[in-house]
């Protein structure tokens, strides 16, 4: 069956213009989670939902970051005035039910380069 | 102190040999670990996962955990020029908390 994916796979903004990534999770997997990973670094932690609601958003690091999943299936993280700092491989993962975060299964993700 | 500090390598073993990669952690509340596979310009791939102190064994890979120590290492029996990627140790805390701390990853490369 068809695995995580992401759009747009690359996304060369400048500073300070608005962006929009968006995930496709698995079918049926009610868990989908956000990470940001930089250059020679592991993934970090964002977002996750569990279903439509935000169950943990303690990894957004600021006000300028936001994550919506309005249907329970998809969801695009928004980044609003971006800096160059935010510059990193934006990963979605999923999860079905029972499984957690023992599961997560992720895309390829989205290469977000800012000018 | 990071809560998963992983040898960022670059780590690099001829054909066959066994490669052993290690993490440790701060905290002793986190209760499963993964290690996890990610090729270039890819995102990870789970290889394996555990939650108990010992030994689990998949193939040519094995995980093992000390808790006491609070280490984690995955081996790479038989290596093949394929598994060259970057592994990524993992932990995470108790079911309900569903977030994923990761390391920082080591660059794995085998030599034909």
């Known amino acids: 069956g068809a695995g995580v994916s992401q759009t747009p796979s690359n996304k060369v903004t400048e500073k300070g213009k608005y962006v929009e990534l968006r995930c496709d999770p698995i079918s049926g997997h009610t868990a989908l989670y956000w990470y940001r990973q930089s250059l020679g670094q592991g993934p970090e932690f964002l977002i996750y939902?569990?279903?439509?609601?935000?169950?943990?958003d303690s990894g957004l690091p600021n006000d300028r970051f936001f994550a919506v999943r309005p249907e329970g299936s998809v969801s695009t993280l928004k980044i609003q005035r971006t800096e160059r700092g935010d510059s990193a491989v934006y990963l979605c993962?999923?999860?079905?039910?029972?499984?957690?975060?023992?599961?997560?299964?992720f895309g390829p993700g989205t290469r977000l380069t800012v000018l | 102190q990071k809560e998963v500090e992983q040898d960022p390598g670059p780590l690099s073993v001829p054909e066959g040999a066994i490669v052993s990669l290690n993490c440790t952690y701060s905290n002793s509340a986190f209760q499963y670990f993964m290690w996890y596979r990610q090729y270039s310009r890819k995102g990870p791939e789970l290889l394996m996962y555990t939650y108990s102190s010992g030994n689990k064994e998949d193939g040519r890979f094995t995980a093992q955990v000390d808790k006491s120590s609070k280490y984690i290492s995955l081996f790479i029996r038989d290596s093949q020029p394929s598994d060259s990627a970057t592994y990524l140790c993992?932990?995470?805390?108790?079911?309900?908390?569903?977030?994923?701390?990761f390391g920082t990853g080591t660059r794995l490369t085998i030599i034909p």
């Open positions: 939902f569990q279903g439509t609601g935000a169950a943990d």
């Open positions: 993962a999923s999860s079905s039910p029972g499984q957690g975060a023992r599961e997560q299964f």
């Open positions: 993992a932990r995470g805390a108790n079911f309900g908390n569903e977030k994923l701390t």
